[in-house]
């Protein structure tokens, strides 16, 4: 039987709202409490818009997805190859009828995919990244080096969302109260969003709050900010290895020792 959360434990949300709601369900299956408060919110651009950027570029010979929201806004848009940057990109693909021809067997960033042989001689080769707006350019920058085009195309941007004031002083009373043990960040920018979202107090509560993260640049982040933070890194991106590191991270710190 999956472990269970401690009776009262509650885990802070930050990612997009359906898949907040994924996840929080998750938790609440097994007991914790879940307090969704996305940090940034996702919003599709114009198809109008995307294929207008569409018509301007060339064919290409390997289509990289770097999100589910990339895959849910962009996969209409792919041609050739299709490559994930991870499990549940690659799951997101295969669930909208299409095969992945290139995904890391380990790890879900750019680095990963990078080692990927496919990625291995790219010389003369069109490569397309569907993406949202912004984002890491170490991708784009190594497939250039080793003789690449590399072409993106946006499908989707990042916002930050609106919350009103009750809705941040409610959360932040809460987690001043102990309600909130944990936070699950996906991403630097989520954790760079919620500090635009906190007021002060809630700013002074993240580096005292245990945070639950699948990426290792996260963690960097989180330590180099809040070296005294409780930080974790979770077994991978999918939602039975986040919750499964949150249950055993909130049971260990239960246990008399």
């Known amino acids: 039987m999956p472990e269970q959360f401690p009776p ?25 409490t879940a307090f969704v408060f996305p940090s940034m919110e996702i919003v599709l651009r114009d198809e109008h818009d995307i294929l207008r950027d569409v018509n301007a570029l060339g064919a ?13 806004s962009g996969i209409a848009y792919a041609e050739g190859q299709l490559a994930a940057i991870g499990p549940t990109t690659a799951a997101e693909i295969v669930g909208a009828g299409h095969a992945v021809d290139i995904c890391p067997t380990t790890g879900f960033d750019s680095e990963h995919l990078l080692a990927e042989p496919a990625f291995a001689d790219v010389q ?12 890491r350019e170490r991708l784009a920058n190594e497939l250039r080096a080793r003789g690449a085009k590399v072409e993106y195309l946006t499908t989707y941007e990042r916002r930050l969302p609106e919350h009103s004031a009750e809705v941040v002083n409610d959360l932040e009373t809460r987690w001043h109260a102990g309600e909130i043990a944990a936070i699950v960040l996906m991403s630097v920018q989520s954790l760079e969003c919620l500090k635009l979202l906190l007021s002060p107090l ?29 930080a974790v890194l ?3 991106p999918r939602l039975n290895d986040i919750v499964d590191c949150l249950a055993a991270t909130a049971n260990s710190a239960t246990r008399p020792t």
């Open 234 to 236: 979770c077994a991978g």
């Open 8 to 32: 009262g434990y509650g885990v802070l949300l930050t990612r997009p709202l359906a898949q907040s709601l994924e996840l929080a369900n998750a938790i609440e299956q097994r007991g914790g």
């Open 124 to 135: 003369g080769k069109t490569i397309r990244i569907i993406r949202g707006n912004g984002g």
């Open 202 to 230: 809630g700013r002074s509560q993240l580096g005292h709050t245990l945070v639950v993260t699948p990426a290792s640049r996260v963690l960097k982040e989180v330590l180099s900010q809040f070296p005294d933070s409780p």
């Open 60 to 72: 290409a010979d390997i289509t990289v997805f770097v999100s589910r929201n990339a895959v849910a």
